[in-house]
């Protein structure tokens, strides 16, 4: 049975939440920005009517998910004083208040992602580090808890390049991810992962360690300027390997990518390669190619304007020792995230996509100090 403190720290986070993010300026905000889809020749310019649309619907999220709030709080309120003459029984309210706390906490931890690129997609790439099949079956195990983390939360994804392991797992994989807030919870996971457990492929059964390192940047949309010197790409075709039919195996259909860059503030030259097999048309893996580069261009810009150069550096660590942002104990059933110090015990869980407390703590240590 809660409490009336615990239904009064309700409203009063429900009446914060209000001001914070400014409701009934974003309703009039909302009705103005629909007002400009009504002209004559709205729709004659889909780039700028999707990006207008686009900004109508973030807009009304917040105003929705307050809402949602907001009727919650009122329900349980009614709940509070039904209670007195039988009408509720006290695990009703129990499961009405955990329901509304959780739904306060997201609608506060979106509240934080207050950055430009918080919004947008992701592309998320991860890499195998030394140690050969182990630790491609580690690549693989991550890749399928942020496929699994995307499915529960509606995300849509794509395997944009995958490179299968040796014997088993992959040795990389790149995915897109398309969403609400997509890189605004997912680029907690930017850094270096690492396994201790029993290996299935050592024969000795001893205790293994393995390491993957998860690279985040944010996915650009045709709304978004970046600016490609065509002088500097150049392309590859090849036939594509893995499953997908003789069609796969016998047309050029992948892509590679070359741009040579020269980054602006620093001089350094470096070689971006991307490549593509995520379709069977050849020109659709050329596009999806370079919506990748131009990501990757947009967020070493957005390193430069954010000043974070040294959160950069800290992503390119070496696959190691010593480096990692989380360890994943499969034998002492422990999950534990080294910048925030939030661990827990269901190793299962967190395997199978549920590492919301984990993005949530990191949020809560950093993002304040990132906006």
């Known amino acids: 049975m809660i409490t009336q403190e615990q239904l009064k720290q309700c409203i009063e986070r429900q009446v914060a939440l209000k001001k914070y993010l400014d409701i009934d300026n974003k309703k009039i905000e ?3 920005e629909e007002l400009r889809t009504h002209v004559p020749d709205f729709w004659e310019h889909p780039k700028e009517a999707q990006a207008q649309m686009k900004k109508i619907k973030d807009i009304q999220a917040w105003i929705d998910g307050y809402t949602e709030i907001e009727k919650a709080v009122g329900e349980l309120q009614l709940a509070w004083d039904f209670i007195k003459e039988g009408l509720v029984d006290e695990a009703e309210i129990e499961t009405m208040y955990n329901d509304l706390i959780g739904k306060i ?6 509240n934080m992602l207050r950055r430009e690129e918080d919004k947008m997609g992701v592309v998320l790439k991860i890499n195998s580090g030394a140690g050969g099949t182990e630790s491609q079956d580690w690549a693989s195990m991550l890749m399928r808890m942020y496929l699994r983390y995307c499915e529960k939360h509606g995300y849509k994804t794509s395997i944009a390049n995958i490179l299968d392991g040796d014997e088993a797992g992959i040795k990389s994989c790149t995915i897109n991810v398309e969403g609400d807030m997509a890189y605004g919870y997912l680029k907690s996971e930017n850094g270096v ?7 299935p492929y050592n024969a000795q059964g001893k205790r293994m360690t393995s390491f993957a390192s998860v690279f985040v940047t944010p996915l650009v949309d045709d709304t978004i300027e970046v600016k490609v010197d065509p002088a500097l790409l150049s392309w590859d075709t090849f036939r594509s390997g893995g499953a997908g039919g003789q069609n796969v195996n016998k047309v050029e259909s992948g892509v590679r990518l ?8 620093t001089g350094e030259q470096e070689e971006i390669l991307i490549e593509n097999t995520e379709t069977r048309d050849q020109p659709k893996n050329k596009e999806n190619a370079m919506r990748q580069l131009r990501s990757i261009l947009y967020d070493k ?3 430069h304007r954010l000043q974070e150069q040294a959160k950069v550096e800290a992503g390119k660590m070496k696959i190691e020792w010593g480096s990692q942002i989380r360890s994943y104990v499969f034998d002492d059933r422990r999950v534990k995230d080294h910048r925030t110090n939030f661990q827990t015990s269901d190793v299962n869980g967190v395997m199978d996509g549920d590492i919301d407390d984990f993005i949530k703590a990191y949020l809560m240590e950093f993002a304040a100090v990132e906006s």
């Open 30 to 32: 909302v009705e103005e």
């Open 105 to 110: 906490e997201a609608l506060e931890l979106r």
């Open 193 to 199: 992962h690492r396994l201790v457990r029993v290996s």
């Open 258 to 265: 070359r741009y040579q860059f020269t980054d602006p503030y």
């Open 301 to 303: 810009e957005l390193q």
